[in-house]
């Protein structure tokens, strides 16, 4: 299959086959490919947290409305943003620059005061919803690198975040959680598999200028 009809064949799966598991290969593809999104600036402010631990999981089905893909799925992913963005951030991103790179710190100096400048512009508020935006698009690149390994993925925003954060410690890891993911492989009498992919029309969905 090419791109599209993978991205064809994907669907938010609703049930999931336990038994199922993803390979270590799997999962590390998933997970790299979700390393390499796009990014403003590069800069990532956010973390995935790969959730296996079945009491935990238990735990987390209980704050998304006893959804059964969190603890049945292969694994949950969470998206977590960083919770207070600070000019540090920005300073240990371009030593990983420069380290990465070998070229003096000094060289990113115009770059991160670009990238500061744009850190104090911020409010609690838009900084909250920017660095949740960047997780976004890394949920993106993992739902399409799933398509394109025939692995199920199912987006989710039905969660409480709150007590995501207080059952998996995250505020005191400095994150917040956004959105999650759970990844694995679609029962079998998941009927929403059979159902016709519903998205605008084209002539709709884009117009050329």
Known sequence: MNIIEKLEWRYAVKKYDPAKKLTEAQLN????????????????????????NPAVREKLR?????QSQVTDASQLIVFARVADLQEAHVD?????????????????????????????RL??????????????????????????????????EGFDPAQ????????????????????GFRAADDQMQHAKKVRKPLEEFVEVI
């Open 29 to 52: 593809n998933l997970i790299t490919a979700t390393r390499l999104s796009a990014s403003a600036y590069g800069l990532q402010p956010y973390k995935i947290l790969v959730i296996e």
């Open 62 to 66: 209980a704050a998304s409305y006893n």
């Open 92 to 120: 240990a991103y371009t030593q990983n620059i420069a380290a990465t790179r070998n070229i003096d710190h000094s060289m990113l100096d115009d770059f991160a005061a670009v990238m500061k400048g744009t850190v104090k």
């Open 123 to 156: 409010d609690a508020g838009s900084a909250a919803a920017w660095t949740a935006k960047q997780a976004y698009l890394a949920l993106g690149f993992l739902l399409t690198a799933a398509a394109a390994e025939g692995i199920d993925a199912s987006p989710m």
């Open 164 to 183: 995501y954060d207080e059952i998996l410690g995250l505020k005191d890891k400095g994150l917040s959680a956004v959105v999650i993911a759970a990844v």
